[in-house]
């Protein structure tokens, strides 16, 4: 499986971006796709995560902001909109599956919210 991310970049707090998370590979089953987060000093935090029966998780601290979308199976979302200087992070999609080894990564992008 191989995950790949784009998007991300700098932005001024109050602006929007979004993130976009593709799937290849042999896709047998995922339980979930997700957008995790990592800041400076800080351990890596779930953001959002969208099941494969439609089930949406977000952080406290991103919703009414955040919104993950898309297609479990192909390619995922995160569009981020009024966006604060603590949003700061390299952003990472995963992929969940019930199969060794469980967790897959994309390369990470990295979102800077400038004041």
């Known amino acids: 499986v191989q995950l790949q991310a784009s998007g991300g970049g700098l932005v001024q707090a109050g602006g929007s971006s979004m993130l976009s998370c593709a799937a290849s590979?042999?896709?047998?089953?995922?339980?979930?796709r997700g957008w995790y987060r990592q800041a400076p000093g800080k351990q890596r935090e779930l953001v959002a995560s969208i099941s494969r029966g439609g089930e949406i998780r977000y952080a406290d601290s991103v919703k009414g902001r955040f919104t993950i979308s898309g297609n479990v199976m192909s390619t995922v979302y995160l569009q981020m909109n009024g966006l604060e200087p603590e949003d700061t992070a390299v952003y990472y999609c995963?992929?969940?599956?019930?199969?060794?080894?469980?967790?897959?990564w994309g390369q990470g992008t990295q979102v800077t919210v400038s004041s």
């Open positions: 995963n992929l969940n599956s019930p199969f060794s080894p469980f967790n897959w």
């Open positions: 590979g042999s896709l047998r089953r995922i339980n979930s």
